[in-house]
């Protein structure tokens, strides 16, 4: 595997116009054109066929996570409006944990109009159903990308995730360039999302209807779930030339340890729904090389930094086979008498790349000059201008709420 830090993401950009940009989803989830990818060539159909291009027996896995009310708004006494968007939880760090603490939590949030609020605690009266109570905001020092901000209010008996819920703004795309409407309060979900924790859709998923699903279940496909919670980090744009200067964010894991048997059923094989699919499955295959050099590493030190996969390949003549990563996972979950692996990634997926546990990917088409783009260009071995040309070509819809693909290793 060649260490790809000296790609030039000026080669993987393309001209998208505004109006090829979804601003709103089809009526019909699963009415969204689907581009076919192969060796053979590629096609297109509509994404409710898709169990037509599927074989019975195979393991298809999707992100379950779902998109909070991450956008706060304070008023100043000055009349300056500030923003307050709540990027992962800091005290308590846990998500579940943190979502269901009453009083007082701190997160780590982009502050919007910064300058105008330096320093100073930020005063709202708000309503949670029949309660109403004060909260409070007040920035401390730098956290990650963002500012730690610590939340107070005065009811025992109100959790934040309420709060969120209560006085929250859904996050849409910026690219999108328009205001959340009500309509994607439900739109910018996927049918099955249920653990909270995302400031991003898992957009391929949204295609899928309940329908779909079921039809998948006929076909003799077995679905499963994993978790991973997209973080604001997947809208930044590479700035720097080469893609050594990109520093990925870090995202929340959580892969149960059924999970990993059924992945270990398939010969470590399966397709994958998104790119937070892709990056989670992919990951495992490194905690697994993390695990045969340390069987006791903390959940800390199952993280996958950025550049593994390239210094790994360099670094070892005899790689582990995905069924012997997926089995050191297995095993220490065991040991551990975990039911659930948690842990984080901020694993790079660029050209030269080499696929462990995806086989086929469903995704939506990325913007220009990003890392996922690099990842798609990485599974398909460079061809992805064809791909992009074609969809430009044959009116796709593109981006968050645009059409989809399926591309086959």
Same mark, same amino acid.
């Given at each position: 595997m060649q260490d790809p830090r000296h790609i030039h993401i000026k080669d993987f950009s393309y001209n998208l116009p505004d109006e090829r940009i979804a601003k709103h989803p089809l009526e019909k989830r699963d009415e969204a054109k689907l581009l076919l990818y192969n060796q053979e060539g590629i096609g297109e159909d509509v994404f409710r066929n898709l169990t037509n291009y599927l074989q019975p027996g195979q393991l298809i896995v999707f992100n379950n996570t779902k998109v909070i009310y991450a956008r706060?708004?304070?008023?100043?006494?000055?009349?300056?409006?500030i923003e307050v968007f709540c990027l992962e939880p800091h005290t308590p760090s846990d998500y579940q944990v943190n979502f269901s603490t009453t009083r007082r939590v701190t997160w780590t949030c982009l502050i919007g109009n910064m300058k105008k609020w330096k320093e100073g605690r930020l005063e709202q009266e708000i309503k949670v159903g029949d309660k109403l109570l004060t909260l409070t905001a007040e920035r401390g020092g730098v956290s990650g990308t963002g500012f730690e901000v610590t939340f107070d209010w005065?009811?025992?008996?109100?959790?934040?995730?309420?709060?969120?819920?209560?006085?929250?703004?859904?996050?849409?795309?910026?690219?999108l360039n328009?205001?959340?409407?009500?309509?994607?309060?439900?739109?910018?979900?996927?049918?099955?999302?249920?653990?909270?924790?995302?400031?991003?859709?898992?957009?391929?998923?949204?295609?899928?209807?309940?329908?779909?699903?079921?039809?998948?279940?006929?076909?003799?496909?077995?679905?499963?779930?994993?978790?991973?919670?997209?973080?604001?980090?997947?809208?930044?744009?590479?700035?720097?030339?080469?893609?050594?200067?990109?520093?990925?964010?870090?995202?929340?894991?959580?892969?149960?340890?059924?999970?990993? #048997?059924?992945l270990i059923a398939h010969g470590g094989q399966c397709i994958a729904v998104g790119t937070t699919s892709v990056r989670t499955l992919e990951s495992l295959y490194y905690i697994?090389?993390?695990?045969?050099?340390?069987?006791?590493?903390?959940?800390? #030190?199952?993280?996958?930094?950025?550049?593994?996969?390239?210094?790994?390949?360099?670094?070892?003549?005899?790689?582990?086979?995905?069924?012997?990563?997926?089995?050191?996972?297995?095993?220490?979950?065991?040991?551990?008498?975990l039911p659930?692996?948690?842990?984080?990634?901020?694993i790079?997926?660029?050209?030269?790349?080499?696929?462990h546990v995806v086989r086929t990917m469903i995704t939506n088409f990325h913007q220009p000059q990003s890392t996922l783009l690099l990842l798609v260009s990485a599974f398909v071995?460079?061809?992805?201008?064809?791909?992009?040309?074609?969809?430009?070509?044959?009116?796709?819809?593109?981006?968050?709420?645009?059409?989809?693909?399926l591309l086959n290793f």
């Open positions: 706060l708004h304070f008023r100043k006494a000055t009349g300056a409006l005065n009811d025992d008996t109100v959790a934040f995730s309420e709060i969120l819920d209560a006085i929250g703004e859904l996050p849409i795309p910026p690219y328009r205001d959340t409407e009500q309509r994607d309060l439900e739109e910018y979900q996927t049918v099955y999302s249920k653990i909270k924790g995302s400031v991003a859709a898992p957009t391929a998923g949204l295609h899928f209807t309940d329908e779909l699903l079921s039809q998948l279940d006929a076909h003799g496909i077995e679905r499963d779930e994993i978790t991973l919670h997209v973080g604001a980090g997947t809208f930044k744009p590479v700035k720097s030339e080469e893609i050594e200067g990109h520093t990925m964010h870090s995202e929340w894991i959580a892969v149960a340890r059924t999970s990993i #048997e059924k697994g090389v993390i695990l045969q050099q340390n069987p006791n590493a903390t959940e800390e #030190e199952l993280r996958v930094p950025q550049w593994m996969p390239y210094e790994y390949a360099v670094q070892t003549a005899e790689p582990l086979t995905t069924l012997q990563a997926l089995q050191n996972i297995l095993d220490y979950l065991e040991r551990n008498n659930t692996l948690h842990t984080s990634t901020q790079m997926i660029a050209p030269s790349y080499e696929y071995k460079g061809d992805w201008q064809r791909i992009y040309n074609y969809a430009l070509e044959h009116d796709f819809r593109f981006l968050s709420y645009g059409d989809g693909c």
